[in-house]
């Protein structure tokens, strides 16, 4: 099962890791660079700074299956991060997308947005495909009918561990939503339209949903040219 490896990781302060001319940048990107150029990395590699809490850098890696990336990570990966104690303060959290996600096509656009809609771990596979079923009315409904919406992938994650944002101690997993814009203001006056308040509440109406959260990342991408043939 094809996934995307995700989470964010929180900068040091005064850092700019997006600059490569910088020594932090240098790090991030070497190992990014380093990772691609493995015969077993990931396809490819996404990262870019999150708008709303600018800390935070959101990195995202392609993989044929989470057992491939544990494997990569164990035996090449770590190799490549020896010195992000020096750029980064803490992981956030490591999880996986699945693969109705694959690939995300919505991390090429110049910004994308990151929805995250929590549901307890133990949640049915009844209500799972109910909230499946409304996510994909909510793009029907509301994203198709956005000319600036650039791609839109959704599914779930592979964990059901995730921590619950502001619910100490409560674990979940986790529905996303992934929608590339064109920039921010486009998905801002999206918000303003029929299309969206009449829609909204397909998402904000899911059946035990415990919470959601949603950033922005505008995205840098490196490819694994020794993988592209596969």
């Given amino acids: 099962m094809a996934v995307t490896e995700f989470g964010p990781m929180v900068v040091?302060?005064?850092l700019d890791v997006m600059d490569e001319s910088t020594p932090e940048g240098k790090i991030v990107h070497s190992a990014w660079k380093?990772?691609?150029s493995e015969k077993t990395g990931p396809f490819r590699v996404y990262w870019g700074m999150e708008v709303e809490s600018p800390e935070n850098l959101w990195s995202f890696f392609d993989f044929e299956s989470v057992e491939e990336h544990?494997?990569?990570?164990k035996e090449?990966?770590?190799?490549?991060?020896?010195?992000?104690?020096?750029?980064f303060e803490r992981s956030v959290f490591q999880k996986h997308l699945g693969d109705e996600t694959f690939p995300p096509t919505a991390f090429k656009s110049p910004v994308t947005e990151i929805m995250l809609a929590y549901f307890p771990s133990g949640i049915?596979?009844?209500?799972?495909?109910?909230?499946?079923?409304?996510?994909?009315?909510?793009?029907?409904?509301?994203l198709n009918k956005c000319a600036d919406v650039q791609a839109a992938n959704f599914g779930w994650a592979v964990e059901h561990d995730f921590a619950v944002p502001g619910e100490e101690?409560?674990?979940a997993t986790a529905l996303s939503l992934l929608i590339g814009w064109p920039s921010i203001?486009?998905?801002m006056r999206f918000r303003e339209t029929d299309a969206f308040k009449e829609?909204?509440?397909?998402?904000?109406?899911?059946?035990?949903?415990?919470?959601?959260?949603?950033c922005h990342v505008k995205c840098k991408t490196i490819e694994n040219e020794k993988r592209k043939a596969e």
């Fill in 12 to 14: 040091k302060p005064g």
């Fill in 34 to 36: 380093g990772v691609t």
């Fill in 70 to 73: 544990k494997k990569f990570a």
């Fill in 76 to 87: 090449h990966g770590i190799h490549h991060v020896k010195d992000f104690d020096k750029v």
């Fill in 124 to 142: 049915s596979s009844e209500a799972k495909a109910a909230a499946t079923e409304r996510i994909a009315q909510f793009k029907e409904n509301g």
């Fill in 169 to 171: 101690g409560k674990t």
């Fill in 185 to 187: 203001d486009a998905h």
């Fill in 199 to 214: 829609s909204i509440g397909l998402i904000r109406g899911m059946e035990g949903l415990l919470r959601v959260t949603m």
